[in-house]
């Protein structure tokens, strides 16, 4: 029995961190995929271009976004909502590449929820000093969906809090290739990314990008 080789303990590929009930954090899951997700990135954003979204109080957000998928996570002085045109282009969003597709679902599935299919992706980048509040993600219709989140290129302090605005926050480097699930008790968890640090990453130069899987429609 393998098993007793490890003191019955189960070697795993990939650590994995609980960061609350229902979320967890998997180190270094996307690693071996990060090259053709960042080909991937590429293609979408030469459809949909990265923009700076204003908030429904007027700030321009700091953070640079994109989208994939059957709908977009978009903000205007409207508001914040899912749409399935991208208003930089009045076309639909790029289609989900299949390499997301397969990291979102194999991710959600090593953390415990096994059917999950994504019809949204919102794509994340991040120059040096720039950083997203702690917020819910509350825009999507379903809850039971969870939240997938990739995270590629320079290292970020992920804040990951309780249900209310004011309850405690853990901080987690997020590095290259790791993926981080919630969902469950924890789908409406506060959480953001402090100020990114100047750096320059070997494979994706001086940014991140983070790409967030939801089931928004
Ligand atoms: C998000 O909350 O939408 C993104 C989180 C991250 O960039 O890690
Ligand atoms: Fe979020």
Redesign the pocket.
């Known amino acids: 029995m393998i098993n007793d080789l490890f003191g019955g303990i189960e070697p795993q590929q990939t650590a994995q961190e609980k960061l609350a009930k229902g979320a967890v954090l998997l180190r270094g899951l996307a690693l071996d995929k990060a090259d053709d997700l960042l080909t991937a990135i590429r293609h979408v954003s030469s459809a949909s271009p990265f923009r700076n979204m204003v908030t429904p109080a007027g700030h321009v957000m700091s953070v640079a976004m994109s989208n994939c998928g059957q709908a977009g996570w978009v903000t205007d002085r409207s508001g914040y909502r899912y749409d399935g045109t991208d208003p930089e282009t009045g076309q639909p969003w790029p289609a989900m590449p299949d390499s997301f597709m397969a990291v979102a679902t194999e991710a959600a599935t090593k953390a415990g929820y096994l059917d999950f299919r994504p019809d949204a992706c ?1 794509i ?1 980048l991040y120059e040096p000093g720039a950083r ?1 509040s702690l917020h819910q ?1 509350r825009n999507e219709r379903d809850m039971a969906n969870p939240i997938v ?1 990739v ?1 590629l290129g320079l290292p ?1 302090t ?1 804040q990951f809090g309780g249900l209310k605005r004011s309850d405690p926050v853990q901080k987690y480097a ?1 590095l290259h290739g790791d993926v981080a699930v919630w969902g469950g008790p924890s789908r409406l968890c506060y ?1 953001g ?1 402090l100020t990114l640090k100047e750096g320059e990453h070997p494979a994706v130069g001086r940014m991140r990008l ?1 790409l ?1 899987f939801r089931g928004a429609l």
């Open positions: 919102l994340n997203l993600d989140s995270s970020a992920f997020l959480h990314v983070n967030t």
